[in-house]
Nanobody, 115 residues
Framework: QVQLVESGGDVVQAGGSLRLSCLAS????????MGWYRQVPGRQRDFVAR???????DYKDSVKGRFTISRDNVKNTVYLQLNNLRPEDTAVYLC?????????WGQGTVVTVSS
Protein backbone atom coordinates (compact mmCIF):
# COMPACT_ATOMS: atom_id res chain seq x y z
CA GLN A 1 0.00 0.00 0.00
CA VAL A 2 1.16 3.53 -0.76
CA GLN A 3 2.48 5.46 2.23
CA LEU A 4 2.55 9.24 2.41
CA VAL A 5 5.09 11.40 4.24
CA GLU A 6 4.59 15.14 4.61
CA SER A 7 7.26 17.73 5.21
CA GLY A 8 7.77 21.48 5.10
CA GLY A 9 5.81 22.63 8.13
CA ASP A 10 7.38 25.40 10.19
CA VAL A 11 6.74 28.49 12.30
CA VAL A 12 6.30 31.63 10.19
CA GLN A 13 5.05 35.16 10.70
CA ALA A 14 1.77 36.33 9.24
CA GLY A 15 2.23 37.20 5.57
CA GLY A 16 4.95 34.62 5.13
CA SER A 17 5.13 31.58 2.85
CA LEU A 18 5.81 27.87 3.10
CA ARG A 19 5.85 24.94 0.69
CA LEU A 20 4.56 21.64 1.97
CA SER A 21 5.53 18.38 0.28
CA CYS A 22 3.86 14.99 0.33
CA LEU A 23 6.09 12.16 -0.86
CA ALA A 24 4.41 8.88 -1.83
CA SER A 25 6.22 5.57 -1.44
CA UNK A 26 4.89 4.39 -4.79
CA UNK A 27 3.81 5.81 -8.10
CA UNK A 28 1.03 8.38 -8.00
CA UNK A 29 0.63 8.62 -11.75
CA UNK A 30 -2.51 6.48 -11.71
CA UNK A 31 -3.91 7.91 -8.49
CA UNK A 32 -6.97 9.95 -9.35
CA UNK A 33 -7.09 12.41 -6.50
CA MET A 34 -4.56 13.68 -3.99
CA GLY A 35 -4.92 16.58 -1.67
CA TRP A 36 -4.60 18.25 1.68
CA TYR A 37 -6.72 18.64 4.77
CA ARG A 38 -5.84 20.49 7.95
CA GLN A 39 -6.79 19.94 11.55
CA VAL A 40 -6.72 22.01 14.70
CA PRO A 41 -6.74 20.04 17.99
CA GLY A 42 -10.31 19.50 19.17
CA ARG A 43 -11.84 20.32 15.81
CA GLN A 44 -12.87 18.38 12.70
CA ARG A 45 -10.48 17.77 9.86
CA ASP A 46 -11.04 20.50 7.26
CA PHE A 47 -10.61 20.26 3.46
CA VAL A 48 -7.95 22.58 2.01
CA ALA A 49 -7.20 21.58 -1.59
CA ARG A 50 -7.15 18.66 -4.00
CA UNK A 51 -5.76 17.90 -7.43
CA UNK A 52 -7.02 15.27 -9.84
CA UNK A 53 -4.95 13.23 -12.26
CA UNK A 54 -5.77 15.57 -15.16
CA UNK A 55 -4.65 18.58 -13.13
CA UNK A 56 -8.06 19.89 -12.11
CA UNK A 57 -7.86 21.61 -8.74
CA ASP A 58 -10.31 22.58 -6.01
CA TYR A 59 -9.73 24.82 -3.00
CA LYS A 60 -11.38 25.80 0.23
CA ASP A 61 -12.79 29.30 -0.28
CA SER A 62 -10.65 30.93 2.40
CA VAL A 63 -7.39 29.78 0.77
CA LYS A 64 -8.21 30.58 -2.87
CA GLY A 65 -5.64 32.97 -4.30
CA ARG A 66 -3.19 32.21 -1.47
CA PHE A 67 -2.55 28.45 -1.68
CA THR A 68 -1.59 26.45 -4.77
CA ILE A 69 -1.61 22.68 -5.07
CA SER A 70 0.48 20.85 -7.65
CA ARG A 71 1.71 17.33 -8.32
CA ASP A 72 4.86 15.86 -9.85
CA ASN A 73 4.13 12.33 -11.03
CA VAL A 74 7.82 11.69 -11.77
CA LYS A 75 8.86 12.54 -8.21
CA ASN A 76 5.69 10.97 -6.73
CA THR A 77 5.14 14.17 -4.81
CA VAL A 78 2.25 16.54 -4.21
CA TYR A 79 3.00 20.09 -3.13
CA LEU A 80 1.02 22.79 -1.39
CA GLN A 81 2.39 26.31 -1.73
CA LEU A 82 1.12 28.52 1.09
CA ASN A 83 1.42 32.28 0.56
CA ASN A 84 0.23 35.25 2.57
CA LEU A 85 -0.27 33.06 5.62
CA ARG A 86 -2.65 34.11 8.38
CA PRO A 87 -2.77 33.05 12.05
CA GLU A 88 -5.99 31.14 11.31
CA ASP A 89 -4.02 28.90 8.92
CA THR A 90 -2.26 27.39 11.92
CA ALA A 91 -2.95 23.64 11.92
CA VAL A 92 -1.60 20.18 11.24
CA TYR A 93 -1.67 19.72 7.47
CA LEU A 94 -2.39 16.19 6.30
CA CYS A 95 -1.87 14.81 2.83
CA UNK A 96 -4.19 12.18 1.38
CA UNK A 97 -4.53 9.99 -1.68
CA UNK A 98 -7.79 8.47 -2.87
CA UNK A 99 -6.86 5.05 -4.25
CA UNK A 100 -9.54 2.65 -5.39
CA UNK A 101 -12.23 3.36 -2.81
CA UNK A 102 -9.82 4.03 0.03
CA UNK A 103 -8.34 7.15 1.56
CA UNK A 104 -4.67 6.86 2.49
CA TRP A 105 -3.40 9.50 4.93
CA GLY A 106 -0.02 10.80 5.96
CA GLN A 107 0.95 11.66 9.54
CA GLY A 108 0.84 15.41 9.02
CA THR A 109 3.16 18.39 9.22
CA VAL A 110 2.64 21.34 11.57
CA VAL A 111 2.22 24.89 10.31
CA THR A 112 2.22 27.65 12.92
CA VAL A 113 1.57 31.25 11.88
CA SER A 114 2.35 33.95 14.42
CA SER A 115 0.71 37.37 14.34
Amino acid sequence: QVQLVESGGDVVQAGGSLRLSCLASGSISTTDTMGWYRQVPGRQRDFVARIRRGGITDYKDSVKGRFTISRDNVKNTVYLQLNNLRPEDTAVYLCYAFIGNTYVWGQGTVVTVSS
